[in-house]
């Protein structure tokens, strides 16, 4: 069965600095990826999502990669801020009805 | 974005009673929504797929009987949770679809004592 594999490791990223988080998948390659961010206690909020036939998403201080070879996705933000602290969750589609396939998430720590 | 909302936000109760969570599509329809349970510093766990008009679909190991969901329109699904038990206490979030993606309410903190 298809399983995720993200740093269960919280990481600590200097403000300003670039901050790279990885998703790893076992199995078959999605049509689709998707990144989510989730502050405690709250739900997860959409944020970027990438198709297997694309490289790269980029969406204002955030960038996604998709390598099928690598099965691998990474997750970029760029200048980070204290702000942008939070646990971030890589999720992959299954079956028609938009099931999604989650990561544990890896907690983000900017620090100021 | 679409907007998902959850009611209650957090609940307190005493086990063995039973505990009923809304979640509603605000300004779009969902044949399909998504319940998940999440523990501490854990990932999203599916419980179960619920569908407007017909029965949920379960995923294994999680019981039908103690988890009930009814998705009574296109816009509102339930989950109760029957007979609490203490270690059914953890962070509940629903979900619908639009498009390719996933809008999620806000959760709803279960606590059973």
């Known amino acids: 069965s298809q399983k995720i594999e993200q740093n269960s490791e919280a990481l600590n990223i200097q403000e300003g600095k670039t901050a790279t988080l990885t998703c790893n998948y076992t199995?078959?390659?999605?049509?689709?990826l998707q990144w989510y961010r989730q502050d405690p206690g709250r739900g997860p909020v959409f944020l970027l999502l990438i198709r297997e036939n694309e490289k790269e998403k980029r969406k204002e201080r955030l960038k996604v990669t998709f390598d099928t070879t690598l099965k691998q996705s990474l997750f970029h933000i760029t200048a980070s801020q204290p702000a942008d602290s939070a646990t971030y969750l890589c999720a992959l589609v299954q079956g028609s009805n938009y099931q999604l396939i989650w990561g544990a998430g890896t907690k983000l720590i900017i620090k100021p | 974005g679409a907007v998902v909302s959850q009611h209650p936000s957090r609940v307190i109760c005493k086990s063995g009673t039973s505990v009923k969570i809304e979640c509603r599509s605000l300004?779009?329809?969902?044949?399909?929504m998504f319940w998940y349970r999440q523990f501490p510093k854990q990932s999203l766990m599916l419980m179960a797929t619920?569908?407007?008009?017909?029965?949920?679909?379960?995923e294994q190991g999680v019981e039908k009987d103690k988890f009930l969901i009814n998705h009574a329109s296109l816009t509102l699904s339930t989950l109760t949770v029957t007979s609490a038990h203490p270690e059914d206490s953890s962070f509940y979030i629903c979900?619908?679809?639009?498009?390719?993606?996933?809008?999620f309410g806000p959760g709803t903190r279960l606590t059973v004592l």
């Open positions: 300004d779009f329809q969902a044949t399909t």
């Open positions: 979900s619908g679809p639009q498009g390719n993606e996933q809008f």
């Open positions: 619920s569908n407007e008009g017909s029965k949920a679909t379960y």
């Open positions: 199995n078959y390659s999605p049509a689709y």
